[in-house]
């Protein structure tokens, strides 16, 4: 894990491998980190739930990928970068139910093409941008209500 | 009500958390969808599911979920129960299956953690 510390933002950056094995397991680093800081639970659970079903998607469909969470003052950007098959319609993939995911990925409770859809129930503003055979990223944010704000100095 | 009530009504094997027994719950949600669970569960309710692998406990993490029941008679993996162990989340199984289980709870004053779907962002 990487961490960078500017005067108000915190950036963290994960590395994600494919695989099933350690998928969760950024987004319980995430929820930890957050927990130290003066934040709401609400906001903490969203970018923890946001995080996990990024995670899903890179563990499911991706040979590696990062996700990057940045703590800003006044809200939470989360990003999710991926080395994958890309995907063809993003329209359709947006869809609830629509999903691509093979039986291994369903077994575990995941894969009924829902993960898209929740990221973007539980993000402030959503963008997603993927290319066929190159990758995905998606980028969600979160803000962070006005009695949490830091005080102006 | 405590969660050895919870064991006691559903006739459950505790398998991590013997000494967690003293928790409040009042409510549940029960899914073998975890994208379902990520999207309605509430923090400090019950999960009931059928689902054994170790995201399981993930996703529970993440949602701070009270307990972790397993219906159907499942038995879950050892890197499940590992991890619960870690992540200090009790986990039971029962040989009820879901309806069941459920429905033993819910007559004893255990509620769904929501009623409906509908706000799509009901994080209250």
């Known amino acids: 894990m990487h ?52 995670e899903m998607n890179i563990c499911s469909y991706a040979r590696r990928g990062t996700i990057t969470v940045r703590v800003m003052p006044h809200f939470i950007t989360i990003e999710a970068v991926d080395e994958g098959q890309g995907i063809k319609d993003i329209e359709q993939a947006m869809i609830e139910g629509y999903s691509t995911a093979t039986d291994q990925i369903r077994s575990l409770g995941f894969g009924a093409g829902l993960g898209l859809s929740n990221i973007k129930k539980f993000s402030d503003t959503f963008r997603i941008i993927s290319e066929v055979g190159k990758g995905t990223r998606l980028k969600m944010l979160i803000h962070i209500p006005k009695e949490f704000h830091p005080p102006k100095t | 009500m405590k969660l050895q009530e919870v064991k006691e009504i559903l006739d459950a094997e505790i398998i991590v958390g013997k000494d967690l027994m003293n928790m409040e719950v009042r409510t549940a949600f029960g899914a073998d969808l975890m994208s379902d669970v990520l999207a309605f569960a509430k923090p400090g309710s019950l999960l009931l599911t059928g689902l054994t692998n170790p995201q399981v406990i993930r996703t529970s993490d993440v949602l701070d979920i009270a307990a972790i029941i397993l219906v159907r008679g499942k038995r879950p993996l050892s890197e499940t129960i590992q991890l619960a162990e870690e992540l200090r989340i009790p986990l039971l199984t029962t040989k009820f299956i879901l309806f069941e289980a459920v429905g033993r709870l819910y007559a004893k004053g255990i509620r769904g953690c929501i009623e409906k779907v509908g706000d799509a962002r009901d994080l209250s």
Do not use: W
């Open chain 1, 3 to 54: 961490v960078t510390f500017h005067e108000k933002i915190i950036e963290h950056i994960y590395p994600v491998k494919g695989g099933f094995e350690n998928a969760g397991r950024v987004s319980g680093q995430v929820k930890a980190l957050l927990a130290k800081r003066n934040l709401p639970k609400d906001i903490i659970r969203r970018v923890a739930i946001v995080t996990l079903e990024a």
